[in-house]
């Protein structure tokens, strides 16, 4: 049975949503005793040196496969790209020292665009979208220098960011339904990783 560890903040926790609905654990139930129950590193409101400070408390050991997905509260503290470039870089390297410096083995997911949801209403919801983008472009492309997967899911959460089947009670969080397509995506990329 391979191990798998996740780094992230809200949407790896799985934020409003039973501990079984966070993408992580979808995952691992999809994957059908392939994959161990995840070590889950990730707290609500963490930005990428938060994370950072928590793996290193954590005395984490090896693992089959690492998720990594941060960078929404960076965005929404209003700090630079260039900043979270230097931190999310560090994050990725850290990941793959993780999968037993493994590259292949470690999977960066994009960050979902929070400006679609009723949480974003009188908001500047271009303008949110528009330094989405951009961070997820330095999270595809970091994903590309360390040789790492790259999964996009915030094309396909964009167009269900709004409808109530797919977010949590808080309005702003995805629901279960939502990590279910994330979660499908990720095990099918486990799967190749694995060639389970």
Known sequence: MKTYLALGDSYTIGEKVLVEENFPNQTVALLNGKLSIPQIIATTGWTTDELDAAITAANITTFDIVSL???????????????????????????????????????VLSIPDWGVTP??????????????????????MAA??????????????????????FLAADKLHPSGKEYKKWAERLAEKINEIHSF
């Open 69 to 107: 997905l941060i960078g929404v509260n960076n965005q929404y503290s209003e700090r630079t790209v260039n900043n979270f470039e230097i931190e999310f870089e560090h994050l990725v390297q850290r990941a793959i020292a993780f999968a037993n410096n493994n590259s292949t083995h470690v999977v």
């Open 119 to 140: 949480f974003a209403e009188g908001r500047d919801i271009k303008k949110i979208a528009t330094e989405i983008d951009a961070y997820n472009l330095v999270c595809k």
């Open 144 to 165: 590309q220098k360390f040789n790492t997967n790259f999964i996009d899911i915030t094309t396909a959460q964009r167009l269900d960011g709004n409808k109530e089947e």
